[in-house]
């Protein structure tokens, strides 16, 4: 059910939803949930990252990226407090995993997911994030310790391009254990996952996956 529904950027709006049974939830920080969501059509299923979940208050909260596609967009601005909202999971192969050091990237529909898992490590651990979004307009600052390294578009076009290739190739990383989490556009999740692959992180220590395409709505690639 939802319990507020608010503006946090020009580009995002934060949903919290109380549920009698949410203190049972097992989330590991970067899962998602499937959302029913009602249209002409019949019911639209669509995965949407948790953002934040309070066991004791029995509360879950979703951020939404307002991108003006697809069935969420009109149900978003008729969703009101009161609401009722069927969810299913948590699921997803993109969690937090134990590691010496970690390294995030990803565009702006990342940035809950990217968030909820910086916000959970202990202070003093390495860390990298590259997140690229539009403009400064769209920047949202973490709560944790870590620096986000923002790359923009500049009102470029979403979608397949070299913006984050780029910009993380002049990361060394360190000794040890590390574990890179790479989500996003597609195409361009496929060609950092194997440029990381390059540059001696092993398969098994990399989380990718697709969240969008151009021309798709709704799903997610397994990268």
């Not at 651990?125 to 920047?139: G, L």
Request: glycine share 10%; hydrophobic share 35%.
């Amino acid at each position: 059910r939802v319990l507020s529904k608010n503006r946090i950027a020009p580009h995002m709006t934060r949903v919290e939803f109380s549920g009698p049974d949410l203190d049972e939830l097992m989330w590991t920080r970067g899962q998602d949930v499937v959302l029913e969501i009602p249209t002409d059509c019949g019911i639209a299923r669509r995965h949407y990252t948790i953002r934040d979940h309070d066991a004791a208050r029995r509360t879950l909260t979703i951020d939404f990226l307002l991108h003006g596609e697809g069935a969420s967009g009109p149900w978003l601005d008729s969703l009101r407090t009161g609401d009722d909202v069927t969810a299913v999971g948590p699921r997803g192969h993109t969690y937090l995993r134990p590691a010496d050091w970690h390294f995030f990237c990803g565009d702006e529909t990342c940035i809950p997911g990217i968030f909820a898992m910086l916000e959970s490590l202990p202070f003093g651990t390495k860390a990298f994030a590259f997140i690229e979004v539009d403009s400064e307009a769209d920047i949202i600052p973490p709560c944790g310790s870590v620096q986000v390294n923002w790359v923009f578009r500049n009102c470029a076009t979403p979608g397949p391009s070299k913006l984050l290739y780029d910009a993380i190739e002049e990361v060394v990383f360190p000794q040890g254990y590390g574990f890179a989490y790479v989500i996003g556009e597609t195409s361009n999740v496929r060609a950092i996952r194997h440029r990381l692959i390059e540059r001696g992180i092993p398969r098994e220590r990399i989380a990718s996956e697709g969240y969008w395409r151009p021309g798709r709505i709704g799903g997610h690639d397994h990268v």
